[in-house]
């Protein structure tokens, strides 16, 4: 789970490749008033329903089947890319048994991906851009995914046991939050490879941080291709 004011994952959990992400939901105690947002791989009605009740708030995707009766439709300006703001309740028994309180719908067209995209959210006040925005935001956590692996690879695994395994990945992410820390409370204007980067090349020297990660005073190599060697089939939780 990803604070998007800095980018610093808040929750990590790391599990082999059977366990579904959506398990992870019944690990997480959540915060009231906080929005919690999640694609499609999260859309479980009892799982998100002990989020609402917990007084959070959640933005997800509507999949592509999803029968709804509409109760009450609110004028949208179309010319924001929002489609229709609907608030409606499930109308399939199983899912309204696990969901029987109201969701509001909001229909959005992407003009950069020109497709469609339905949202449901448990927050009825915010404006209907203001909730597509949102989940654009969740984007962040691929980002997160594609730095750790472009600049964090583990070129090789120093053991096969699980406690080996989970301890090397630990250490790659415990650089990234230090890394995403220092960016945050010392307002680098750098990227995290690059302050990274001067880091390694600088630790042994008595320099004082800042000056350190004045980026022009280091030549900073590009990364290099490596392949990932995963002996046990290990994912990271998203």
């Given at each position: 789970m990803l604070d998007l004011r800095g980018n610093i994952?808040?929750?990590?959990?790391i599990t082999h490749g059977l366990i579904h992400e959506v398990n992870i939901l019944d690990r997480l105690t959540f915060e009231a008033g906080a929005f919690y947002l999640m694609d499609r791989g999260y859309l479980d009605f009892p799982r998100l329903h002990r989020l609402h009740l917990a007084s959070a708030f959640f933005v997800t995707r509507a999949r592509k089947r999803f029968d709804c009766q509409r109760l009450y439709s609110a004028p949208v300006d179309r010319t924001t890319g929002i489609m229709c703001d609907q608030i409606v309740t499930l109308t399939n028994p199983v899912p309204r048994a696990g969901y029987p309180d109201k969701l509001r719908r909001i229909r959005y067209f992407d003009p950069q991906q020109e497709r469609r995209l339905i949202f449901l959210t448990n927050n009825f006040?915010?404006?209907p851009l203001t909730v597509a925005e949102l989940y654009?935001?969740?984007w962040q956590v691929e980002l997160f995914f594609k730095w750790i692996k472009q600049h964090l690879r583990i070129r090789k695994f120093y053991g096969t046991s699980e406690n080996a395994l989970k301890t090397q990945i630990w250490i790659a992410i415990s650089i990234y939050v230090l890394v995403a820390i220092v960016k945050k409370q010392l307002?680098?204007?750098?990227?995290?490879?690059?302050i990274l980067q001067i880091l390694s090349v600088s630790l042994f020297e008595k320099t004082p941080i800042l000056e350190a990660l004045s980026l022009s005073d280091y030549e900073i190599q590009p990364a290099t291709a490596g392949k990932q060697i995963d002996p046990v089939p290990l994912t990271l939780g998203q």
């Open positions: 994952p808040t929750v990590i959990i006040t915010l404006p654009r935001s969740r307002k680098l204007e750098g990227s995290l490879y690059r």
